[in-house]
């Protein structure tokens, strides 16, 4: 019988693994703690103390008293830090002394509302009175839904409930509104982007109805660590916010590695898969017994390493042990993972960032990250799965060959002092702001001079009823429409425009698995391509434009496929632009009108990721109008480097910029696009532009404007610190002319 | 890599495109109305409405005064009295109809039979109205701005009728515009004080949801909403008529049932259209159609009161599916007696309704214990129709096991419902697992108690 590793032994191990390049321990932090607070109901302090709780975390004490004091707060908290009791103390104490009072949850998804409301009748039932706390969702029956309007004093539910069936309806819900006193907003850093900026609408229209109803309910937000949670949570509330930042949760000490897979091809500077490292690894931690969470970035990863990882078990009850998680699993299978894991029976886990929010899977022991998440909020909430009471944690990341993760790699020092990113929104966005305020208008009448947000309400008014959606009358605009507004606009789907997806494998049976925006059913469902939901394979047989539908069938392939797409792209108005001497460029922000036209498609093998061919794409053009930033530099470049030369240093710059800006602000690869222009139309000069993929912007390229110059410094340090001689995924990618172009790109940031 | 020359905001009418410039802060105050403007234009661009400048909005909002004249000309025309409530008005319309007023195959006067009818038939009945007099009965019926049922639809027009030894009393209560909304729920309210007896068809799901919906906008200004309760004759309707129609609509009814045909009638879906163009121009033609049609709508509701009435007390002729869903409807509220009567006459019926009618009976002997009649009953089904119902068979199986003893025959009717279920899984769906688990279960149980008695 092979003899188990203990948990020193791998260290030890790995300690001398020349692929490990960064070893960084996190010294174990004691708890700072506070007494209960004094104004703590007896029955809240009764059924802590039976829960063996004898004080609080230091930033348990100090939102409890901050909330008692009337003030909205945002509160950092890595996880497993406590901090639901954080907003569970306040709500309970105001509930135990006024029944009457009440209390609103908003989760980012159900599936935490449902959590959380295990978690709170287990504190009510310890407290022995009967608060009432429910969910409020899709899945709440017709029967119990009056019952809950009417005395649910928690009302746990999310921002697409709140938008479409609370808020439009809210003569139904008049106890509650009269009577909140407060708004919990957990996860707020998921709220960024389109679908932040809509959520901060809706939290406008919410805090109207509550001023009609008369009340005036305190906001308890809580976020991952970004960078401006204060200003993020005032800009999604409107209010002034009280940050509390310092957690007195404790924590063990913490291993956090890096890990560079070996390069395998010199010339071309490619570097073993990334997947096969994480493969290897966790494989070592599970056959020695010790559990071990492994996250992916995508739903397809998170099912492949699954299957790998079970493969190291033979016995059914064994590969049982290993389990895959990610959105799209039904309630019950994703209970009875979470279960297995709190109490052992599952030694092993594959993610999505799913398991980043705050499901309750107790702690483990070691994490594994499949390349950098993309965020460091995700990073340090990812990390934070990793760390039992007693023993220390290991947390490594596996490094994939993009220039990102390749640059933090190669800079610890950034990664582990640097900030971590900003969440923007932008409520005011036109098109959301249009969208949001017609929802308001159907719930409640506007007066002349209102505000909405900050703005004036009456432009936009008249707008509305000029397009015969509102009417005024004697200093009002009243909703005058046979429309119900919530139901064609979602918070969370880009534009209004939406595709839905037809599986029609069994032709009897044709069912809809889900919905897609104009923009992406154009560059991910036209006809031939393979789509890929809930890690199955659809082949798209028709996009109907009319009827906004795409019909799909399942099938069984070993290739997926890429478009590409021409993109036109021109100047509408500058808005911002200001010379930078440093790289004899001048960086602009302004409004833009892109084009593009999706022209053919590539099938690209996965093992391999060879081209095994390619189709044409038969679409008309799209246009958007949006935001961007952008880069220009000196024409007499072109004529020094030569036209080829020159476009790859362009092209280079492009995809170094793609993956840099994640480092300046919290964005998905979705929501920002980067095209490079040898012949700018606007200036005629070479320019890079990086626009925000929503029609309008949510902010992301403003933010890029602001940080252009700091963005070139890193992408010179992801060139320079690059070994490759002509052009690596891990830098400028492979363009034409490789070598002459790197050297050219590097020639042109550092002048 | 494309890029060609200049383009400005394409003309394309592309949805997608209707997109602005995000709104800098600081500079919003001043080009929001800019940014406006080209919104409008592509929105514009999109709709093919009609162009329409601020310049004109801005010189309709200035034309309130004209708007109040107006709308006093309308209400003259539509033959309506203003009522004041504080700063705002509502449209009254009052007429008095003879009581030998037609309206569809009855008169008017007829609902006083009815309801001297009801006094000696089931009180319990959904449709009943013992104890109650003639005049307590209120036609009532709604025009809203929209179907959906949240807090911006609005109802603008109420109808009702009472019908009194004097005539009908009819009356229509019209909304001049959105910010009159206390002055017409306190006319109504105060006109009507008891609600308890409102005659509405889809009253319960549609018009009474929506009354409380508005009504809390201006809970404080006018008198509370009284106990609310009501006779729906949708539901009524829906019993009788369901497999005639792909749904039961009061207009089909009129047509179908009640032979009656509206002249010139505005479809209710252009209701709302019609509505938002009078509170621009507040002209009478734009809404006379309306109003027309609500009339008519509350004046069908007696008409069909009295219809439905006269069917379920037995007065006027039913067919056999009529009197086969009038059966069950007794049976279901507790009137056994009654149901049972209707079935009876049905069972000597071979018709398919017949069949259905004597399983009913059969169900009924069994709860009175009288076995061997029942037995009768469901034996009869099965042999006699082709497609007998799994459950009538079940019933036979299930007197068989428990009163007669007899397991084989027990045991063929089992297979005999299995066989007929199995007939019928496509239509069932997910019900029919379950319910042939349950079958086979019986089986088996048959199965064994057969053997045992056999040792």
């Known amino acids: 019988m092979k003899v188990r590793q203990s948990m020193t032994e791998i260290l030890a191990e790995l300690k001398k693994n020349p692929n490990v390049v960064h070893w960084h321990t996190i010294p174990g932090r004691q708890a700072d703690l506070a007494p209960f607070p004094e104004k703590l109901d007896w029955r809240l302090r009764r059924a802590l103390v039976e829960r063996g709780i004898s004080s609080l975390y230091s930033h348990q004490a100090l939102a409890f008293e901050t909330a008692g004091a009337g003030k909205d707060i945002v509160l950092v908290t890595p996880t497993a830090s406590g901090k639901t009791l954080c907003y569970n103390l306040p709500v309970l104490q105001s509930v135990l002394a006024d029944p009457s009072s009440r209390a609103l949850y908003l989760f980012p998804t159900k599936a935490l509302a449902q959590d959380q409301k295990s978690e709170m009748e287990a504190l009510i039932n310890e407290i022995g009175e009967p608060v009432k706390s429910y969910t409020y969702d899709g899945d709440t029956a017709g029967s119990i839904r009056q019952k809950i309007r009417q005395a649910g004093q928690i009302v746990m539910t999310n921002p697409d409930m709140l938008h479409s069936n609370i808020l439009p309806h809210h003569t139904k819900w008049v106890s509650l509104f009269e009577n909140l006193r407060y708004i919990v907003i957990d996860e707020l850093h998921t709220y960024r982007g389109v679908f932040g900026s809509h959520v901060a609408n809706v939290i406008r229209r919410l805090e109207r109805i509550c001023a009609y109803y008369g009340s005036r309910p305190q906001f308890i937000c809580t976020s991952a660590t970004i960078d401006n949670p204060r200003e993020h949570g005032e800009a999604l509330t409107g209010r002034k916010m009280t940050l509390i930042d310092r957690n007195g949760a404790p924590s063990v000490r913490k291993h956090f590695l890096f890990y560079n897979p070996p390069v395998i091809n010199k010339q071309l500077n490619v570097r073993e898969d990334e997947m096969l490292a994480v493969k290897d690894l966790a494989a070592q931690f599970l056959k020695n017994g010790i559990q071990t969470i492994v996250f992916a970035r995508s739903r397809l990863k998170v099912e492949l390493l699954a299957s790998h990882l079970q493969e190291i078990n033979t016995g059914r009850d064994e590969r049982a042990k290993i389990c895959a998680y990610r959105g799209g699993y039904l309630p019950l299978e994703r209970r009875r993972i979470e279960r297995g894991l709190r109490d052992g029976k599952i030694m092993g886990v594959v993610s999505t960032n799913a398991l980043e929010l705050g499901v309750d899977i107790g702690q483990l022991q070691v994490c594994i990250m499949t390349g950098y998440p993309g965020n460091m909020a995700s990073v340090w909430q990812q990390a934070g799965r990793a760390g039992r009471r007693t023993e220390d944690a290991v947390i490594i990341m596996v490094a994939s060959s993009s220039p990102l993760d390749q640059y933090i790699t190669g800079h610890p020092d950034y990664f582990f002092s640097g900030k971590p990113e900003e969440a923007r929104i932008n409520p005011d966005n036109l098109m959301i702001l249009m969208d949001q305020m017609k929802c308001a208008a159907y719930e409640l009448p506007f007066q002349k001079g209102d505000t909405f947000g900050d703005e004036p309400v009456d432009d936009l008014c008249e707008f509305l009823s000029d397009e015969d959606v509102l009417h005024y009358q004697s200093g009002k605009w009243y909703w005058m429409n046979d429309a119900f507004p919530a139901n064609e606009i979602s918070l969370r789907s880009a534009v209004q425009d939406s595709f839905a997806i037809v599986d029609a494998t069994d032709r009897g049976h044709v069912k809809v698995i889900g919905e897609m925006d104009r923009f992406g059913a154009m560059t991910m469902l036209y006809e031939d391509a393979i789509y890929l939901h809930q890690g199955r394979q659809y082949h798209v047989d028709q996009l109907d434009l009319e009827e906004r539908k795409a019909y799909v069938h399942r099938v069984d392939v070993n290739y997926y496929t890429d478009s590409d797409l021409a993109v036109q792209l021109d100047v509408l108005e500058v808005d911002q632009h200001s010379e930078m001497p440093a790289a004899r460029a001048e960086k602009g922000f302004g409004d833009v009108s892109v084009r593009a036209l999706p022209t053919v498609f590539k099938k690209i093998r996965f093992e391999t990721l060879e081209n095994i061919g390619w189709g044409h794409i038969h679409l008309p053009e799209l246009e958007m109008h949006t935001n961007a930033a952008w880069i220009s530099f000196q024409e007499d470049w072109l004529e020094r480097f030569g036209k080829d030369v020159f476009q790859g240093a362009l092209v280079g710059l492009s995809h170094l910029l793609r993956h840099a800006a994640p480092l300046f602000v919290m964005s998905d690869q979705a929501d920002l696009s980067v095209v490079p222009k040898i012949k700018a139309p606007h200036n005629e000069q070479p320019t890079v532009f990086i626009y925000d993929k929503y029609p309008g912007g949510v902010g992301l390229s403003k933010k890029i404007y602001e940080a252009m110059p700091l963005m070139l410094e890193k992408v010179t340090e992801m060139v320079e610190g690059c070994g490759c001689e002509s052009g690596c995924p891990s830098c400028i990618g492979f363009v034409n002319e490789g070598r002459r172009a790197k050297q050219a790109l590097l020639e042109l940031l550092k002048k | 890599m494309r890029s060609k020359g200049k383009s400005q905001v394409s003309n394309k009418k592309n949805l997608f495109s209707l997109t602005l410039e995000y709104a800098v802060k600081g500079t919003i105050h001043v080009s929001l109305k800019q940014k406006l403007q080209l919104y409008k234009k592509q929105l514009h661009q999109a709709q093919k409405t009609a ?405």
């Open chain 2, 51 to 455: 162009s329409s400048s601020y310049v004109k909005k801005r010189e309709m909002m200035e034309k309130t005064e004209d708007t109040v004249r107006e709308t006093e000309q309308a209400a003259c025309e539509l033959n309506a009295k203003i009522r004041r409530f504080e700063d705002e008005y509502v449209l009254v319309h009052t007429e008095m109809l003879h009581l030998t007023e037609h309206i569809g195959p009855y008169l008017a006067r007829d609902l006083f039979d009815t309801v001297s009818a009801w006094q000696r038939g089931s009180s319990v009945h959904p449709l009943s109205a013992a104890g109650l007099d003639t005049g307590d009965l209120l036609f009532f019926d709604t025009e809203t701005t929209g179907l959906a049922s949240g807090a911006g639809q609005m109802i603008f027009l109420i109808g009702l009728a009472r019908v009194t030894p004097n005539g009908v009393m009819l009356r229509q209560y019209f909304l001049p515009g959105p910010g009159h909304e206390a002055a017409f729920y306190d006319a109504f309210l105060r006109d009507c004080r008891s609600l308890r007896n409102l005659v509405t068809f889809n009253g319960k799901a549609f018009d009474w949801p929506r009354v409380k919906t508005r009504h809390s906008f201006v809970r404080d200004q006018v008198p509370r909403l009284p106990a609310f309760g009501h006779f729906d004759l949708l539901h009524a309707s829906r019993r009788l008529w369901r497999d005639r129609w792909d749904s039961v609509k009061l207009q089909t009814i009129e047509k179908k049932i009640l032979g009656m045909a509206r002249e010139e009638d505005v479809p209710g879906k252009m209701a709302p259209f019609l509505y938002f163009r009078f509170l621009k121009h507040p002209n009478a033609q734009l809404v006379r159609g309306i109003i027309e049609h609500n009339r008519e709508d509350v004046l069908t509701l007696i008409a069909l009161y009295i219809h439905l009435s006269g069917k379920v007390l037995g007065l006027i002729q039913c067919d056999e599916k009529e009197t086969y869903e009038i059966a069950r409807w007794y049976r279901q509220i507790g009137e056994e007696d009654q149901a049972k009567k209707l079935f009876e006459k049905l069972a000597v019926s071979s018709s398919g309704t017949g069949m259905r009618a004597k399983a009913q009976v059969g169900r009924l002997y069994k709860k009175e214990g009288l076995y061997e009649k029942a037995l009768d009953m469901f034996e009869s089904v099965i042999h006699e129709d082709g497609t007998p119902d799994d459950r009538d068979c079940i019933e036979a199986a299930k007197l068989m096991e428990h009163q007669f003893k007899d397991y084989t025959r027990a045991i063929e009717y089992t297979q005999r419902a299995i066989e007929c279920l199995r007939g019928k899984k496509k239509m069932m769906g997910e019900g029919f697992p379950k319910r042939e688990a349950e079958y086979l279960k019986r089986l088996n149980r048959l199965d064994e108690k057969k053997l045992r008695e056999n040792r």
